[in-house]
């Protein structure tokens, strides 16, 4: 046996090749900030920036010319609206609702739009749940998830995506959209989500990381924990997630492999920030061919398993996919 025979060629590696990579697979974060015609860059993430309404209507169109299929909206709430009962989260008119609105005018069914539903960009304690004496209520931190659920749907949002970890959330959003009459606007859980030390860059992005007290090890699971992963999900999907999703991504591909195959539902992962920011940190330094390394983190999601992957690399990625 010689498996080195068909490497020889790149038609014979094309033609050998078990997954592909497509912009089909990529969604797109989004930061968004307050004004007309802003960016900031996020010093912690080259080459991110976070955009105003006007430009995020943009970028949304970008994606869609890439053939990206959806985009993924996170607010950098003004410090002075974010409160202990975190109540503009659920403003109707609030940033994350009209960037939706302004996508959707613009774009149409064009393009997807998901949003996050948590209370960390809007909570002065930067926790995504509510807080009372240290710690993180569940049952009332989830009628509040539903109250942001519906009015991001009002918006147009097409995909609810529930990042916060409280209990029996799924079940609560899929009745409060029903009843309001979203039967078809989709649930992607972050089923799966640990308590990573690979977030720190995204709170920069959304200005939480400064406010937040203590840790989310109470609500987001342990990363020595697998089984426990299967049971987040196994809930989830008998709740009615649609999709579900396992974060952060690279370090967690086996988490992704086993619910794959377990459940055999739309399986996505997150490549988070700090997985971006290693790239970029040792691309500027020299030491890492950027390019390289982001085309196969990608594939080693598809290879593991996942429909789809979360990643700040999305436009970058589709145009290097289109383009070869
Ligand atoms: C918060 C949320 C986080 C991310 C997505 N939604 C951070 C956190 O849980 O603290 C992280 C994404 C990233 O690091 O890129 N609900």
């Not at 989004?30 to 900031?40: D, T």
């Not at 006007?54 to 053939?67: F, N, R, T």
């Not at 299967?230 to 619910?259: C, F, H, N, S, T």
């Amino acid at each position: 046996m010689r498996l080195r025979r068909p490497r020889q060629h790149d038609w014979s590696r094309r033609l050998m090749s078990e997954n592909t990579l497509t912009p089909s697979d990529l969604i797109w974060p989004l930061f968004i900030i307050e004004g007309e015609n802003q960016r900031e860059s996020v010093s912690s993430m080259p080459g991110v920036e976070r955009l105003s309404v006007d430009l995020i209507v943009e970028a949304a169109g970008q994606a869609k010319a890439l053939g990206i299929p959806a985009i993924a909206v996170f607010p950098n709430t003004d410090p002075a609206l974010k409160t202990p009962d975190a109540k503009e989260a659920f403003n109707p008119d609030n940033m994350v609702c009209r960037a939706v609105k302004a996508v959707k005018d613009a774009h149409g069914d064009d393009i997807g739009v998901i949003c996050d539903v948590a209370l960390d960009p809007y909570n002065s304690d930067g926790h995504d749940g509510l807080v009372q004496d240290g710690k993180i209520l569940n049952d009332e931190t989830v009628e509040l998830l539903c109250q942001q659920s519906v009015v991001q749907a009002r918006a147009g949002c097409d995909i609810i995506a529930p990042s916060d970890m409280m209990d029996g959330r799924i079940d609560a959003i899929r009745k409060a959209l029903d009843s309001e009459g979203f039967q078809n606007v989709q649930i992607l859980s972050y089923a799966a989500k640990y308590a990573s030390g690979f977030y720190g860059p995204f709170r920069d992005a959304v200005g939480s990381g400064g406010v937040l007290k203590g840790d989310k090890k109470t609500y987001q699971m342990d990363p020595a924990n697998t089984d426990e992963a299967l049971r987040e999900v196994a809930q989830d999907i008998a709740e009615g997630a649609d999709m579900v999703m396992v974060k952060p991504g690279l370090p967690y591909l086996d988490i992704v492999r086993r619910i794959k195959d377990t459940f055999a539902m739309p399986t996505y992962a997150y490549q988070v920030s700090g997985e971006y920011a290693m790239i970029e940190a040792a691309t500027q330094n020299g030491w890492l061919n950027g390019d390289a390394a982001m085309l196969e983190s990608l594939m080693a999601f598809k290879r593991a398993g996942a429909d789809g992957v979360l990643t700040y690399y999305a436009p970058k990625a589709a145009r290097m996919l289109n383009d070869a």
